[in-house]
């Protein structure tokens, strides 16, 4: 009778800590993920530092503040099915994959598709470095706290960080503490996240990004993790909403993506190589630059990003083929900043959603602003030292298919924007 007692007792913990998942499935519900693996080789690389006061940031970061940031995660992340019940009823649904070579429009189309509130759930900035529910609950709390009993001094002190922490960049690329960003800094206290190569720039001994060519075992605990932190956003935001990710990093785990979510969607954004290899070399130059890492570093990690680029292109459609009942919408960046209301009406209906009429609403409102993308910087291969006629050659196939105009000798900047705005008017003409 004891006996039978007690696994009844064991049964009933069960249920009310996984619900309707078994021991297995359920231990990935509420177990946080961490690279220790990953997490050593950066203590290693933060050794051969040569600035004593930069190598001793990286060990307060790496052996006290990542391990105890970690350990609260993993305790609110073990008890948010405890305390949210209704979090063990949710799940992840047709999630939507905005994807493509970064600066090729993926935030743009990100930022567009986010206005439809009725139907995405989306991370916020800040949300990503709080993967926990009870986290997420924690901040709201504090905020409302603040908003009542301090006449809102924490938000001021908060806003004047974020100006500090994200204003020498804006220019090239817009951040904010309550703007979506990319789901991949959801594993920055994991030590998983590409975001610790602008702290330590060794992309040829970290690699965050061929997560497609990992074991499988060591690939499915990250996805799981992912899939977690997912579940617990979409309630957070309303449990009958589609998640809505950007990310160029995941253009290396496209595959990974359909074995944890086999109803997932995609949206490819293209845009011409010229434009995006160095404008990406020039963003990460700049942020290195403002860390003070020596040139031969600095030079040696924008080489190895660099050589990875023809990647971020071809291997999304080598997998998509591979998986033809997957929904995907493919986007010239050019047809997207000259119609952008069209170009997101058909990317809708490539992948099996219809717009109501509120998103359709303010997405109209959104088309004017958004004509006005184009970009008043331009950066050139050479700075770089990159081959113009190797990149077309690795990519020749993309070339003819989008039609991208191939750089001359005697071709001028002014020229070259004289094409584009030639182009975005046809396409203009061509819709309206």
């Known amino acids: 009778m004891t006996r039978y007692c007690s696994f009844r007792v064991y049964r009933l913990g069960a249920r009310a800590l996984f619900g309707r998942a078994g021991w297995q499935e359920g231990m990935v519900r509420v177990l946080m993920y961490f690279d220790f693996r990953t997490w050593l080789k950066l203590v290693q690389l933060a050794a051969h530092e040569s600035s004593p ?39 992840v649904r047709a ?21 439809d509130r009725e139907s995405f759930s989306v991370f916020k900035y800040w949300e990503l470095f709080a993967p926990s529910l009870l986290q997420k609950k924690i901040v709201h709390w504090l905020a409302a706290l603040d908003r009542s009993f301090f006449g809102g001094a924490l938000e001021r002190r908060v806003r004047a960080s974020e100006q500090r922490k994200f204003g020498a960049t804006q220019h090239i690329h817009r951040m904010g503490y ?11 206290h994991s030590c998983a996240s590409g975001g610790w190569i602008v702290a330590l720039p060794y992309i ?21 993790y992912y899939r977690e932190c997912v579940r617990r956003q979409i309630y957070l935001n309303g449990g009958n909403r589609i998640h809505l990710s950007k990310n160029p990093l995941f253009c290396g785990r496209v595959e990974s993506l359909i074995e944890t979510f086999p109803d997932a969607r995609f949206v490819l954004l293209y845009r011409n190589p010229y434009e995006t290899i160095p ?62 209301e069209e170009t997101v009406r058909q990317v809708y209906s490539d992948i099996g959603l219809e717009p109501g009429a509120a998103f359709a609403a303010r997405l109209a409102l959104e088309q004017g602003k958004v004509r006005e ?6 950066y050139s291969l050479e700075e770089f030292g ?8 690795q990519l020749e196939d993309l070339f003819l298919r989008f039609g991208w105009p191939r750089p001359t000798p005697q071709k001028t900047l002014e020229s070259t924007q004289h094409e584009q705005r030639q182009w975005r008017r046809r396409i203009a003409r061509r819709l309206g």
């Open 373 to 378: 993308h184009e970009t008043a910087h331009s």
């Open 279 to 340: 404008s990406l070399l020039k963003l990460m130059k700049v942020s290195w630059k403002m860390r003070h890492f020596d040139e031969e570093r600095i030079r040696n990690s924008l080489a190895v990003l660099a050589s990875m680029s023809c990647h971020n292109y071809t291997w999304p459609l080598e997998v998509l083929a591979r998986h033809p009942a997957t929904r995907f919408s493919v986007v010239d960046y050019r047809a997207l900043v000259s119609a952008p």
């Open 178 to 188: 309550t703007i979506p960003e990319e789901d991949d800094f959801l594993f920055m």
């Open 95 to 115: 999630p939507v994959f905005v994807i493509g070579h970064a600066r090729s429009g993926t935030t743009l189309m990100h930022r567009l598709m986010s206005e």
């Open 386 to 393: 990159l081959d113009s006629e190797e990149i077309h050659a």
């Open 53 to 91: 006061r930069r190598r001793f940031g990286l060990y307060i970061r790496l052996l006290i503040r990542t391990p105890l940031v970690a350990l609260f995660t993993a305790v609110c992340f073990f008890l948010d099915p405890i305390l949210f019940p209704g979090l063990r009823r949710t799940e």
């Open 204 to 224: 040829g001994e970290l690699d965050f990004y061929h997560v497609d060519r990992r074991p499988a075992k060591s690939r499915a605990r990250l996805m799981n």
